[in-house]
């Protein structure tokens, strides 16, 4: 036996090292790190419980048969993070470029399956050249796994249908560390949250090989489908890193805050920081001019445990912030405008953005934080005319927020007026508790824009149009829109705090809504996400 | 007289042009063909008149927005 025990030893120390020397040698020259090297740093010290490290590649009849391909390409199974269990797997770029065999499809539905039936997160680390062709082509000999693992589950799953399954069940992460291409690149990006390394990871519909061949059009992977790409301008990519570890380290910090499935709260962590404290830089940072920018990021971290804030989408769509935060060690959403970038408008682009994190945050039962101060929709014909138009996209985070059964709390710090309050939620939209600061002004329009309708013929008519005006949106102000307190006479917020106090009061609010049951409404199969 | 500008719509390469400079073409016939996405696309003038310039020639890769004639009508 021991004989035996030591052949099986040496097969799996085989297995084990991957692609041949030379493809790890220059995986290292790219200052790459391999599949293996990534899911040690990935999941706590010795968790890793592989799974089908034993898989034997399918004879395709091609040349490539000759070639030994362990594990075929791909690293699959169960690790923990802090402690917590996560289906992880990685594409082996050392071994046939970590493409798509049958094998791979194979390992990887059943860890998606896995993932799903066991109610644990996916992760997956990308790196590969897409689908094997010659496996594509090859004979079909060997599939009587494919998608019969686990018929409880909706049986023959296959890759690129799972994460539409898993989505709103488990959470997804993808971290992008190099490239992938075309329809292979569907599934990563269906995930809940992508983290790309800068200069080695691309993913496009088009590679530039094909864009060349079809349309006879140059252009590099980077202008394609590079990190900065989808980082600012596509919104793809929630985090952009400059190496393997770094990318890494953020995932392990952002499945910090979240549960591991639908059913369970994320955990709760001991930060250490008071409830109940207050934060006299609070006073100092929103200025006595509304008009002048300041940065809503100084606000978010004076309010949440030790200042610690994740934020997604950081690059994209600036204006709006994202994020998770813990307030009394539990997750919460933080959705803000940021008035010290484009002065916290509202665009397309922060629509999709907010639209899609409020979807995240309910679907994983993480209650969520408003910090409101916005002059509204940027108005120009770009915007209404664009291809996703305004009046279309605008309604999306209306749409979320009313759908929504967590927990929402609304802070208004400085304006928000008309549309802006169906972005940024009202208390009949579904928000729970809305709070303002003295330095408010919260109106069911913009006092300017009303005095130039309700006076338009006294102004169009007067020798000093500017005097009129003015003298109008004085009397405006003191009689009808004495802010803050016009929107706390009319109940379209509930209280008025002292900023220093937001940090306690949030802390309060949270736990009287923890047990927060939507009631419920008519049946339907599912809503009709406005496009 | 005015002028109509012919564009291209996709990148592609120019497989044949069926005008010169000086023909008279009628609404509908077929300018140029471009090969893209491995099809053939025929590009049609939306009008009858008389090419005053054509912009581009067999072999030729181009790019959306390019010119490929200018027809007088």
């Known amino acids: 036996m021991s004989g035996r025990i030591k052949e099986v030893e040496e097969r799996r120390s085989h297995l084990l090292k991957g692609g041949a020397p030379k493809e790890v040698e220059r995986q290292h020259q790219m200052g790459k790190l391999t599949a293996r090297e990534r899911l040690e740093k990935l999941v706590d010290p010795g968790t890793l419980e592989e799974i089908d490290l ?29 402690g917590r269990p996560f289906c992880v797997f990685a594409h082996d770029f050392t071994v046939a470029g970590g493409t798509f065999g049958r094998a791979l499809h194979h390992k990887v539905i059943r860890i998606m399956e896995m993932a799903l039936e066991k109610r644990m997160p996916c992760i997956q680390l990308v790196d590969s050249g897409g689908e094997r062709l010659q496996d594509g082509f090859g004979k079909p000999a060997w599939r009587p796994l494919l998608g019969g693992a686990n018929p409880s589950v909706g049986g023959a799953l296959n890759i690129y249908q799972a994460p539409g399954i898993m989505s709103g069940v ?72 400059e190496t393997d570890e770094e990318a890494i380290e953020i995932c392990r910090e952002l499945v910090t805050y979240i549960p591991l499935n639908n059913t369970e709260k994320p955990p709760v962590v001991d930060t250490g920081d008071d409830p109940n404290r207050m934060d006299d830089r ?21 309010v949440v445990d030790n200042g610690q804030f994740i934020e997604l989408q950081k690059l994209f769509a600036k204006s709006l912030i994202i994020g998770f935060a813990r307030l009394n060690g539990r997750t919460v959403g933080i959705v803000a405008n940021n008035p010290g970038k484009e002065n916290g408008i509202l665009t397309l682009n922060t ?8 979807r995240w945050c309910d679907a994983f039962n993480v209650p969520i934080i408003f910090l409101v101060d916005t002059p509204g929709f940027l108005s120009s014909v770009e915007q209404e005319q664009s291809m996703d138009g305004l009046i279309r996209t605008g309604p999306k985070p209306t749409f979320a927020i009313c759908e929504a059964t967590v927990p929402m709390i609304t802070v208004c710090i400085g304006k928000c007026f008309g549309l802006a309050r169906l972005i940024m939620g009202t208390l009949r939209m579904g928000i729970d508790v809305a709070y303002c600061w003295p330095s408010a002004q919260v109106a069911r329009i913009n006092p300017e824009e009303a005095i130039d309708v309700i006076y338009k013929k006294e102004i169009c008519s007067a020798e000093e149009p500017d005097r ?46 923890a047990n927060k049951k939507k009631l419920p409404t008519a049946w339907k199969k599912h809503s009709l996400v406005p496009q | 007289m005015p002028l109509e500008t012919i564009e291209v719509p996709l990148a592609g390469k120019v497989l044949k042009v069926n ?14 063909t471009i090969e893209s996405m491995k099809m053939e696309n025929p590009i049609l003038t939306p009008v009858s008149g008389i090419v005053k310039e054509v912009g581009v020639t067999p072999g030729q890769v181009v790019k959306p927005h390019e010119t490929i004639a200018v027809i007088e009508y």
């Open chain 1, 54 to 82: 034993w898989i034997r590649s399918v004879k395709t009849g091609f040349p490539i048969d000759e070639t030994e391909l362990p594990g075929d390409a791909v690293i699959t199974g169960i690790g923990r993070i802090d």
């Open chain 1, 170 to 241: 488990v959470p997804q992460i993808t971290v992008m560390l190099g490239p992938l291409y075309a329809g292979s690149a569907y599934s990563p990006t269906m995930a809940d949250f992508m983290i790309m390394r800068n200069k080695t990871s691309f993913m496009s519909v088009c590679s530039p090989p094909l864009l060349k061949a079809i349309t006879f059009t140059d252009a590099t992977q980077e202008e394609l489908g590079g990190a900065e790409l989808h980082a600012t301008i596509t919104g793809t990519a929630d985090f952009v890193t």
């Open chain 2, 19 to 32: 005008v010169n400079r000086g023909d008279k073409v009628t609404e509908g016939s077929e300018i140029c």
């Open chain 1, 468 to 513: 009129v005006r003015r003298d109008k949106l004085a009397w405006l102000l003191e009689n009808h829109l004495d802010f803050p307190y016009h929107a706390l006479k009319q109940a379209m917020v509930n209280d008025i705090m002292d900023p220093r106090d937001t940090r306690p009061v949030l802390i309060k609010t949270l736990e009287n809504l």
């Open chain 1, 351 to 358: 629509c999709d953005k907010q639209a899609r994190f409020i």
């Open chain 1, 282 to 302: 609070l006073l100092e940072i929103v200025p006595a001019d509304l008009s002048e920018p300041y940065d809503m990021h100084e606000i978010i971290r004076c």
